[in-house]
């Protein structure tokens, strides 16, 4: 199955991500660096009580074989859905296609794809 971009279904633990990240972006705005609102996120996972693994590695396998080399996703929160933060002034499709490899490489099936660096938070969920 090919990983799509959908908008958010009925479904709690994407929203409540979702709410968090919003809560990050209108805090600190647009202009940080990654690494201070992924750590701005954290905070907020912690005190919504949202369960998470902060910058998880991903095996990558070619012919059933574990390549040396991993992916390595910002957050895994309740267990099976990923989480990946940008801080760019525009997307491209190559931060998309980064999160359908994660997927691939993971086995979940649902992501999260958030950008912190314009005015307006950016977010698309994918679905495999």
Same mark, same amino acid.
């Given at each position: 199955?090919?990983?799509?971009?959908?908008?958010?279904?009925?479904?709690?633990?994407?929203?409540?991500?979702?709410?968090?990240?919003?809560?990050?972006?209108?805090?600190?705005?647009?202009?940080?660096?990654?690494?201070?609102?992924?750590?701005? =996120?954290?905070? $907020?996972? !912690?005190?919504?009580?949202?369960?998470?693994?902060? @910058?998880?590695?991903?095996?990558?396998? *070619?012919?059933?074989?574990?390549?040396?080399?991993?992916?390595?996703?910002?957050?895994?929160?309740?267990?099976? =859905?990923?989480? $990946?933060? !940008?801080?760019?002034?525009?997307?491209?499709?190559? @931060?998309?296609?980064?999160?359908?490899? *994660?997927?691939?490489?993971?086995?979940?099936?649902?992501?999260?794809?958030?950008?912190?660096?314009?005015?307006? =938070?950016?977010?698309?969920?994918?679905?495999?």
């Amino acid at each position: 199955m090919t990983p799509i971009a959908q908008k958010e279904e009925k479904d709690p633990q994407t929203y409540a991500v979702i709410g968090a990240a919003m809560t990050v972006h209108g805090t600190l705005g647009c202009g940080f660096l990654e690494a201070v609102y992924q750590e701005a =996120l954290e905070l $907020e996972f !912690k005190y919504m009580g949202i369960p998470y693994v902060r @910058e998880l590695d991903l095996p990558v396998r *070619y012919r059933d074989q574990a390549l040396k080399v991993f992916y390595r996703v910002d957050f895994l929160c309740y267990g099976d =859905l990923l989480v $990946e933060l !940008k801080a760019l002034a525009q997307m491209t499709n190559t @931060e998309e296609a980064q999160i359908i490899n *994660y997927l691939k490489a993971s086995g979940h099936s649902r992501a999260l794809l958030f950008n912190f660096g314009s005015s307006s =938070l950016y977010h698309r969920r994918f679905v495999l």
